[in-house]
């Protein structure tokens, strides 16, 4: 009943191929990466919607450490911040400050009376002492391929560059696809004692601005020569809600062995304007400046990026019998039995929430899910109650309540006559409803006090409204409500918890909105209410349960994949668990 199209811009530059993007390995050009319809790979994803990770933590480096049998020097040489109102007036440093302007685009594809230019530019500069201190970002501003002078750039489209890169002599002429696009806005190189990242800021149709983010490890250093190696590579790109998403970077780094190696030794450096002189592996030269910490945009991208750093750096899984033991161990209040969205369930979908629940002193039993499982619904779609709208939860969500009484099995083993609340989310709201009803023993049905539903679309729509012939459901609803309508177990506290957060619309001024009003009519049959984003708040309310309605929380912090072993985290989403102190009472 909603749908979302998802552009995928699988960027085939493959940058790290020759090493890196700021390794010596970039190339030079200014083509746009819409040259190739390789470039773009147009995903449709819908969902019918039936119904969090730490920052990377800063440490300060040791006096010393070790990577392999290589003994890598603390760094004792400070180079101060800069901003770009303290640049001193110097007259050779004049080519390099409008290089530095606000809106200067990095610069590539150089003729050969630029590149000669730019080369005596960074003579001009200060020679860089020993073992300078380079860690945190820094802005590039040009790059001098070794073949520029003689008016020799590279490019994807010249036959030299690519025998270069074949003969191994030259990077790889799908990096100018890159640093030469009108769309790329900015490139930056973070830097600290143990990682070599480079950051690639871009600006797309549709979905604004985005980054590639380019993750290396730094395995030595020889004086300013930092020797690193890439281990992976992800887009982030804007999406719902105030979200990021991240999407790999195509390229098997594990694979490349020593051709995901190269090193970027600082040559100059002038302390007072930031500018830093650099060259590759590959011979590239490279000019920077150091970016300028005052600046509030660059703080909140730095984070966005360590974010989706630490949601990409781990595979996700369930905790096992074991750990949920451990982790629930002396742990005093109302034992919490968590019933999951639509595709949810999955490995990471509410370890944050299950984190902060058991902060709080509460048991968690998550009914666990996998993709495999989800998939076995479509088996409902070959029976004749699918056709006739007569679908029963018991049934058609059998691999469902399996997973809801391996849960409670789990929790009644630590304690067999314990109270527990339900805390259920999206569509497991309806479900967990049809489990109590009809699932659950009696005895372990009566030992339920507490029914809390974010988000769940309890209602179906009006009879009046003209979707409200189309059951989504299939009857699954229908069913539920009237067999148990509203908070219908007297000695059950129910409470429904909604948000106002997004106003459906239908206009094409907003994702947010538009998403909101499809969603919204077909539950609703009404699409320019309120609503979380996928469940209007009318929908949400059961009658005779306490209503919870705030007014920022979004429907969920993943998009559900119905496919895949995870779902994609939705960074920087404000949603129903990022809300807990007000609604956690009712557990």
């Known amino acids: 009943r909603s749908a979302c199209c998802v552009i995928v811009f699988y960027f085939e530059m493959q940058i790290p191929m020759r090493a890196s993007v700021m390794s010596g390995t970039m190339s030079n050009g200014r083509r746009m990466l819409s040259v190739l319809p390789s470039l773009l790979v147009l995903f449709a994803f819908s969902s019918s919607f039936l119904g969090g990770s730490a920052f990377l933590a800063k440490t300060s480096p040791p006096s010393s450490y070790h990577t392999g049998t290589v003994k890598i020097p603390p760094r004792r040489i400070a180079s101060p911040l800069m ?49 300078l201190e380079v860690d945190g970002g820094w802005r590039l501003l040009a790059t001098i391929s070794p073949e520029a002078i003689s008016g ?69 250093t020889e004086k300013n020569k930092r020797i690193f190696r890439f ?21 098997p780094f594990a694979l490349l062995g020593d051709r995901a190696v190269g090193w970027l030794d600082t040559t100059h450096y002038e302390p007072t304007t930031g500018f830093r002189a650099a060259v590759g592996n590959k011979g590239t030269k490279f000019i920077f400046q150091r970016r300028r910490t005052s600046d509030g945009g660059d703080a909140a991208a730095d984070k966005m990026v360590e974010l989706a750093s630490a949601a990409t750096s781990s595979e996700a899984r369930h905790e096992t019998d074991d750990e949920e033991r451990t982790n629930n161990a002396g742990l005093t209040k109302r034992a919490v039995l968590i019933f999951p969205q639509q595709f949810g369930g999955k490995p990471g979908d509410y370890d944050e929430l299950a984190a902060d629940l058991r902060a709080r002193g509460h048991p968690v039993y998550l009914a666990r899910l996998g993709a495999l499982q989800w998939l076995s619904i479509t088996k409902s779609a070959f029976s004749g109650a699918y056709w006739a709208g007569e679908l029963e939860p018991s049934q058609a969500l ?11 099995v789990r929790m009644q083993a630590e304690d067999p006559e314990r109270e527990f609340s339900i805390l259920s989310h999206s569509i497991g709201g309806w479900i967990a409803r049809a489990w109590l009803g009809e699932v659950a023993p009696e005895k372990l049905r009566a030992r339920c006090a507490r029914f809390v539903s974010l988000g769940t679309p309890h209602a179906a729509p009006p009879e009046s409204s003209i979707v409200a012939s189309v059951d989504q459901t299939r009857g ?19 409470t429904c918890v909604a948000s106002r957060a997004v106003t459906g619309k239908l206009a094409f001024d907003g994702i947010d909105s538009l998403l909101g009003f499809v969603s919204y009519f077909a539950l609703a049959g009404e699409g320019t209410t309120e609503g979380d984003g996928i469940t209007p708040v009318s929908g949400a309310l059961l009658e005779n349960a306490e209503a919870v309605v705030l007014d920022d929380a979004f429907h969920a912090d993943v998009l559900p994949n119905p496919v895949g072993g995870r779902n994609t985290r939705l960074l920087g989403c404000r949603w129903y668990g990022d809300y807990i102190d007000e609604w956690a009472h009712a557990l």
Do not use: C, H
């Open 83 to 131: 901003a770009s109102s303290e640049i001193v007036d110097a007259p050779q440093n004049e080519l390099l400050r409008s290089l530095a302007s606000e809106d200067a685009q990095t610069q590539t594809k150089l003729t050969p009376e630029q590149a000669l230019q730019y080369a005596a530019a960074i003579e001009s500069l200060p020679l860089a002492p020993d073992l």
């Open 152 to 220: 020799d750039n590279v490019d994807f489209f010249d036959s030299n560059s690519w025998s270069n890169y074949i003969s191994g002599t030259g990077p790889s002429p799908f990096q100018s696809l890159v640093t030469g696009s009108s769309r790329v806005s900015g490139l930056t190189q973070w830097l600290s004692p143990l990682s070599f990242d480079n950051v690639v800021e871009f600006a797309l149709p549709l979905l604004g601005k985005g980054k590639l983010v380019l993750k290396a490890d730094q395995e030595a």
């Open 231 to 251: 281990r992976r590579g992800f887009f982030i790109l804007n999406f719902v809600w105030g979200s990021s998403i991240t999407l790999p970077y195509p390229v």
């Open 398 to 408: 059998k691999f469902y309540m399996d997973a809801a009484d391996a849960a409670a």
């Open 476 to 494: 699954l609803l229908k069913y539920v409500n009237d067999r148990w309508p509203g908070a219908f177990y007297s000695d059950i506290e129910y």
